[in-house]
Every structure is written in structure tokens, then in C-alpha cells.
């Protein structure tokens, strides 16, 4: 087998099969963190850097590990100095995805075969360069050519919203819609909690004292958001909690930290208790999917949180979490009437998902195989629970999860050949036949989160 040749990944003649079979089919993104502002200016990618990496955690980890040194990563070193310094280390970082997105990026988007490595970096960057300055490189041309159906952006509740009705007017048709994501609003215990809830009153001409004033502005951007075409909402969800608190208990711990005091633990978990199952109460009203994203412990490296911030490569996941009784609870709050896609960051908390999943019926799915799981190993693990414990029929479909649209396609690309192949080890064994293998790669790929979704 030829590095990425037409068997990449797929291990059968039969897996090849029911790869052509979706390999063509339009992206449906539920979920990603594309910049829309970006999308709606449609003007030409500076280089190679910015579409490749500038945006992107994945690649800053792995040349970290390799020991670049951070001005080459986020610091002020030009983009083809980081550019070169990516070169220099790819060959280094075979065997993770990243290695692979990167190449399947050059050679579905720009045509170019070469391996990228320290002899290469030059000349890639040119041709890449010489491409990016293109009219048909354009961020709404590349959404075009990648088949980019419908996708999901991710946006806090005060979001104005314009970007997404340029883009949509830009191309006739709506790509893009938001998705609600109010973890700002349930932060409680973030320093700049108090600053964004004068922010989010502001957007709506309202003083936020109280969590049922809170919970009013809410709804008032929930409705503001159906109105803009918002099929979903998204939510950090770092433990799940049981949607047991009162409203009463929530109010004191408000009223605590607006006197400037920090919540313990215990209130920090009443106050997202009340407010998640608010939430997903105006969810259910409005017939949105609820994405629940569980066991992310973020910013544990403190030399990089201090020097970066945020969403920079410093979150893992944590299995010592109780995830089955308080989210059976929640649940159970919302049976057959919300629906629910489940995303789990820590491989060993999958059985208990696809159980659960298994045992709240048609309306509570697993979501796809999510960040450091999204991997070939980590999505034909994760495809294999699904099928063998709850139904492929049911599965909540692929998302991107990506901060830089050029990667839509490849990851896309490498979800539909790991599906090919788990699907194909089932015909292989006799579990199948193929014609039903073929159908559920259809519905899993395409038909049916866009049935689910609503888009």
C-alpha cells in the first residue's frame, strides 16, 4: 500500500466500495469554530501558515513536542519561518493525524503530492502561496469545492450575527448557521464572569441582577438565534450534573459573586445545575439539538495558560468523573421530548456512553469520536461500541470541530474511510450483508444527522 493511495485506511476491496459510496457525499458540520467574520470577507488567505496551522492547537502540540521553540508556533517569527520550522519537524510527527490532515490537505486542495519535510517546506510554500492568491481559493470558493453542505459555527449568545446573513447572502443559499453556546453565561467562577454578564445585559437593554432576570436575557437571544436559522446549542460540559437545584439556591450563589466573594465547588455546581436544565428547557421548545461536550479539564499546563491563555493546547480529559447517575438524571428531565447528541473527551468513558445512549431510545445519540479521540484508532474504537452496544442508525453524525476550514474536507474524508473500513470487518465476518453496510454509511455520513440537525 502507497502512502495515502486510493486504499488509505480501507483494508478491503469492500471497504473501498463503501467508500465510493460516500466519499462524494456534502459535508454536514454540526459543529466547528469557524471564524465567520473571516467567511463573509472572503478575501485571498494570506500564506501558507495562516490556512495550514495559524489557527490551529492540533499542529502548535505536536511541534511543541518536537521542541520548536513557541515565537515559531504563536510568537512573532514570520509566517514562513513557522511555516519552515513546521517542515523541518513533519516527518517527526508520523503516525499522528495530523501528519495525515495535513497531507491530505495538500494533495485534495492544492494538487501537491510532495511529502512535506525540511527540503520541501520552501518550494511547498510557494505553491501554496501561488494557489492561496487564486479567486477559487477564496474562503466561500473552498467551502464550494469542498461540498460544504451546511456547517455549524459556534457563538456566544450576545453575538450580533451579521457575518453569518453576509455569508448566506454571499452564497445564495444558507452554509452557515450559528449554534448557541452560553458557557460564558454558566462560568460563574471565572474572574471575567461579572464583565460578561454587563456585557450580555447591555445586548439586550437589561440589568442582569438576578439569575431569573439572567435567565429572561437568555431566552431573548435563544428566540434572537431561531430567528437567524440556530438549529443547535453547545455546551462545556466538564462533569454532568443532575438538574436537581432550585432557583433559590442558584440566587445566592449569584448574589455571592456579584459581592465579589468566590463560590465553593458544591455552588459553583448549584448555580450550572439550575441553569443547564433552563437551558435545555428552551432547547426543548424550540425542537434544537442540546450538544453536550463532557470531561475536558482545561489549561493544566501553567507556563502556557500564564504566557497564551486559553485554547492553546493545554486541556486533557479526566476519567475520574461520575458521568452515569447525574446524566441519566438530566436525562430523564427531557426523555423523548430533547434532543441530545453525547461527545465524550476520555476514550474510557465510551461504553458507558453508548449504554446510556442504548437506553433513552431514538433521541439521545453519540456524537462522533471527539478532539483527542478523533483519530483512525479513536474513531474505529468509538464506531465499534456504537454498533455492537447501541445502532449505526442512530448515530449523531461527524463533526469537524476545526478553527480553519481547509481541514473540513480532510477530516471528513478520513471519519468516512474509518467508517468504510469498521463496516466492511462486519460485512467480511458475515455480520452484514454489504447492501445494508452501503445504506448505513449513507444515513451515518449525510442523511441522517441532517434529518436529526434539522438542517
Same mark, same amino acid.
Given at each position: 500500500?502507497?502512502?495515502?493511495?486510493?486504499?488509505?485506511?480501507?483494508?478491503?476491496?469492500?471497504?473501498?466500495?463503501?467508500?465510493?459510496?460516500?466519499?462524494?457525499?456534502?459535508?454536514?458540520?454540526?459543529?466547528?469554530?469557524?471564524?465567520?467574520?473571516?467567511?463573509?470577507?472572503?478575501?485571498?488567505?494570506?500564506?501558507?501558515?495562516?490556512?495550514?496551522?495559524?489557527?490551529?492547537?492540533?499542529?502548535?502540540?505536536?511541534?511543541?513536542?518536537?521542541?520548536?521553540? *513557541? $515565537?515559531?508556533?504563536?510568537?512573532? &517569527?514570520? /509566517?514562513?519561518? %513557522?511555516?519552515? !520550522? @513546521?517542515?523541518?519537524? +513533519?516527518?517527526?510527527?508520523?503516525?499522528?493525524?495530523?501528519?495525515?490532515?495535513?497531507?491530505?490537505?495538500?494533495?485534495?486542495?492544492?494538487?501537491?503530492?510532495?511529502?512535506?519535510?525540511?527540503?520541501?517546506?520552501?518550494?511547498?510554500? *510557494? $505553491?501554496?502561496?501561488?494557489?492561496? &492568491?487564486? /479567486?477559487?481559493? %477564496?474562503?466561500? !470558493? @473552498?467551502?464550494?469545492? +469542498?461540498?460544504?453542505?451546511?456547517?455549524?459555527?459556534?457563538?456566544?449568545?450576545?453575538?450580533?450575527?451579521?457575518?453569518?446573513?453576509?455569508?448566506?447572502?454571499?452564497?445564495?443559499?444558507?452554509?452557515?448557521?450559528?449554534?448557541?453556546?452560553?458557557?460564558?453565561?454558566?462560568?460563574?467562577?471565572? /474572574?471575567?464572569? %461579572?464583565?460578561?454578564?454587563?456585557?450580555?445585559?447591555?445586548?439586550?437593554?437589561?440589568?442582569?441582577?438576578?439569575?431569573?432576570?439572567?435567565?429572561?436575557?437568555?431566552?431573548?437571544?435563544?428566540?434572537?438565534?431561531?430567528?437567524?436559522?440556530?438549529?443547535?446549542?453547545?455546551?462545556?460540559?466538564?462533569?454532568?450534573?443532575?438538574?436537581?437545584?432550585?432557583?433559590?439556591?442558584?440566587?445566592?450563589?449569584?448574589?455571592?459573586?456579584?459581592?465579589?466573594?468566590?463560590?465553593?465547588?458544591?455552588?459553583?455546581?448549584?448555580?450550572?445545575?439550575?441553569?443547564?436544565?433552563?437551558?435545555?428547557?428552551?432547547?426543548?421548545?424550540?425542537?434544537?439539538?442540546?450538544?453536550?461536550?463532557?470531561?475536558?479539564?482545561?489549561?493544566?499546563?501553567?507556563?502556557?495558560?500564564?504566557?497564551?491563555?486559553?485554547?492553546?493546547?493545554?486541556?486533557?480529559?479526566?476519567?475520574?468523573?461520575?458521568?452515569?447517575?447525574?446524566?441519566?438524571?438530566?436525562?430523564?428531565?427531557?426523555?423523548?421530548?430533547?434532543?441530545?447528541?453525547?461527545?465524550?473527551?476520555?476514550?474510557?468513558?465510551?461504553?458507558?456512553?453508548?449504554?446510556?445512549?442504548?437506553?433513552?431510545?431514538?433521541?439521545?445519540?453519540?456524537?462522533?469520536?471527539?478532539?483527542?479521540?478523533?483519530?483512525?484508532?479513536?474513531?474505529?474504537?468509538?464506531?465499534?461500541?456504537?454498533?455492537?452496544?447501541?445502532?449505526?442508525?442512530?448515530?449523531?453524525?461527524?463533526?469537524?470541530?476545526?478553527?480553519?476550514?481547509?481541514?473540513?474536507?480532510?477530516?471528513?474524508?478520513?471519519?468516512?474511510?474509518?467508517?468504510?473500513?469498521?463496516?466492511?470487518?462486519?460485512?467480511?465476518?458475515?455480520?452484514?450483508?454489504?447492501?445494508?453496510?452501503?445504506?448505513?454509511?449513507?444515513?451515518?455520513?449525510?442523511?441522517?444527522?441532517?434529518?436529526?440537525?434539522?438542517?
Amino acid at each position: 500500500m502507497g502512502f495515502m493511495d486510493d486504499k488509505y485506511l480501507l483494508e478491503s476491496e469492500v471497504s473501498l466500495a463503501i467508500y465510493s459510496s460516500v466519499k462524494n457525499l456534502p459535508i454536514i458540520d454540526p459543529h466547528n469554530h469557524a471564524d465567520v467574520k473571516e467567511i463573509a470577507e472572503n478575501g485571498n488567505y494570506s500564506d501558507a501558515w495562516q490556512v495550514f496551522a495559524a489557527t490551529d492547537h492540533y499542529v502548535w502540540e505536536v511541534m511543541r513536542k518536537r521542541g520548536v521553540e *513557541e $515565537k515559531f508556533i504563536t510568537g512573532d &517569527a514570520s /509566517p514562513k519561518e %513557522k511555516w519552515m !520550522e @513546521l517542515a523541518r519537524v +513533519m516527518p517527526e510527527i508520523a503516525g499522528n493525524p495530523v501528519y495525515e490532515w495535513i497531507h491530505l490537505d495538500l494533495r485534495r486542495r492544492f494538487d501537491i503530492r510532495e511529502m512535506l519535510n525540511a527540503d520541501s517546506g520552501e518550494t511547498i510554500w *510557494e $505553491k501554496v502561496n501561488q494557489k492561496l &492568491a487564486e /479567486p477559487d481559493f %477564496k474562503p466561500l !470558493e @473552498l467551502l464550494k469545492k +469542498m461540498n460544504v453542505e451546511v456547517m455549524c459555527s459556534t457563538d456566544d449568545p450576545a453575538d450580533t450575527l451579521e457575518y453569518h446573513e453576509q455569508v448566506n447572502a454571499k452564497a445564495g443559499r444558507t452554509v452557515i448557521r450559528p449554534t448557541w453556546r452560553p458557557d460564558k453565561a454558566m462560568r460563574i467562577h471565572f /474572574p471575567d464572569f %461579572k464583565a460578561y454578564i454587563e456585557k450580555l445585559g447591555k445586548r439586550f437593554d437589561t440589568t442582569i441582577d438576578s439569575v431569573r432576570t439572567l435567565v429572561e436575557v437568555l431566552q431573548k437571544s435563544h428566540d434572537f438565534f431561531a430567528a437567524k436559522g440556530c438549529r443547535a446549542s453547545d455546551h462545556d460540559t466538564p462533569h454532568p450534573l443532575p438538574g436537581n437545584a432550585t432557583l433559590e439556591e442558584a440566587e445566592a450563589v449569584f448574589r455571592k459573586v456579584l459581592a465579589g466573594e468566590k463560590p465553593t465547588q458544591a455552588e459553583i455546581d448549584t448555580y450550572q445545575d439550575y441553569l443547564t436544565l433552563q437551558v435545555a428547557d428552551m432547547d426543548m421548545r424550540a425542537g434544537w439539538v442540546y450538544q453536550m461536550h463532557m470531561g475536558v479539564v482545561r489549561n493544566v499546563r501553567d507556563t502556557l495558560y500564564k504566557a497564551l491563555g486559553a485554547d492553546v493546547g493545554g486541556d486533557v480529559s479526566e476519567f475520574y468523573i461520575d458521568i452515569v447517575k447525574p446524566l441519566c438524571s438530566f436525562l430523564n428531565h427531557f426523555d423523548d421530548k430533547l434532543k441530545i447528541v453525547l461527545y465524550c473527551l476520555e476514550p474510557c468513558h465510551e461504553a458507558s456512553l453508548a449504554a446510556v445512549a442504548r437506553a433513552f431510545g431514538k433521541n439521545v445519540r453519540l456524537g462522533s469520536a471527539w478532539w483527542l479521540n478523533d483519530t483512525p484508532y479513536g474513531m474505529s474504537t468509538q464506531l465499534d461500541y456504537i454498533g455492537n452496544v447501541d445502532l449505526y442508525a442512530n448515530f449523531g453524525g461527524m463533526v469537524s470541530d476545526s478553527r480553519k476550514i481547509l481541514s473540513y474536507a480532510s477530516r471528513f474524508e478520513m471519519f468516512r474511510r474509518v467508517l468504510a473500513n469498521v463496516l466492511a470487518n462486519k460485512v467480511r465476518l458475515g455480520r452484514m450483508p454489504y447492501e445494508v453496510a452501503e445504506k448505513l454509511a449513507v444515513m451515518m455520513c449525510y442523511s441522517e444527522p441532517k434529518k436529526f440537525f434539522n438542517v
